[in-house]
């Protein structure tokens, strides 16, 4: 509204700002009189399931609708009129392109966009998923497991709470110990289950093109990437455990001074397990099978878990947590994932992340703005009717 009146003098009055989210929430404000009042809608939404929402509001007021920018920088419009033309949900836009298979993004990345996808699963399983499955646990005091994957939620809620940090030293320790399990162990443990010198059933190497070797990476304090992804993983795990981050921790100095305090961290030698690399071998047998049929990671071995000890031991860990003056367990905050911040490590955590990964696979780096842009979905508005509107 203020970019349009600064164009436009004479709109200053008449245009007026809403900052109410339209949605079910907000019905009575925008209810169907409003909507029968208006005598054009025009959409410039981001989200298919808003553009479905203000597309039955306006079927069931009869107003016109201008859709706008639905496939990306073509320049897309839908005109909507009652009466004349059918609705933007009458039709569903184009599919997105096939999901990437499990075992290129895991283990066989074959460009750096998988490892940003990789990335940004990872974000979401340690800052959002866990986090919000501890959180559940402990307010729902009815919780029971019924499948593996309540299971799975209760298990990983236990070692959430274990491994819980009580200073913002704990959270270095605990992303010194993340760069160690992504970029050693890991690739110790798949070159253990594929040697270099790995042959297929029909005697090809293993290891052709596009699959790629993966090499360790050795921690280096003085590395910029290095320096990055600890700043961004210690700052994330603590706020979600509300543990105050430094002043400098967005500041390069503070940064490398983070990276300093990681490499005096001594890190446990890892050991390749035998047990481990049939796990993998038999998950890329399957996903090579058929990629569709990706069951959950260790279902079996998680349902002869002891739930009932889990919770008891998730009862006495709770025991320690602080507590809100009306009872409420105040324990973590789970981050949900908001690229348009750059202040909050959201990207930052994703672009480390992903550019170690690529340089472990010796992959091309991608540049912070272009991680930012794959890793939210954004497709850029050029000259689409969204961007005109």
Known sequence: AAAAIQMNKELKGPLVARLDKVHEGTANIFTDKFFEELTVVTNALDNVQARRYIDMRCVNAKTPLLESGTLGPKGHVQVIIPYKTESYSSQQDPQEEGEIPHCTLKMFPEETLHCVEWARDKFGKIFTQRP????????DPNFQVIGSQELKTL???????KKRPTSFDDCIRYARLKFQKYFVND????????PIDAKTKEGRPFWSL???PPTEVTFDPKNPLHASFIAACACLRANVFNIP????????SGKLKMAEEAAKIKVPDFQPSAEKAKAIASEVSKDEKNPEENKEEDQESAMSDDAELLLKELKKLAEDLPRSKDGKILCCVPEEFEKDNDANFHIDFIYSLANNRASSYKLEPMEWMT?????GRIIPALATTTASI
């Open 371 to 375: 991680v930012k842009i794959k890793a």
């Open 132 to 139: 919000k499955g501890l959180m559940k646990i402990l307010e």
């Open 155 to 161: 298990r990983e809620a236990v070692t959430l709470l």
């Open 210 to 212: 596009p699959k790629r």
């Open 187 to 194: 690739i110790r443990q798949l070159l253990y289950t594929y």
């Open 245 to 252: 981050i430094p002043n400098d921790a967005r500041k390069e």
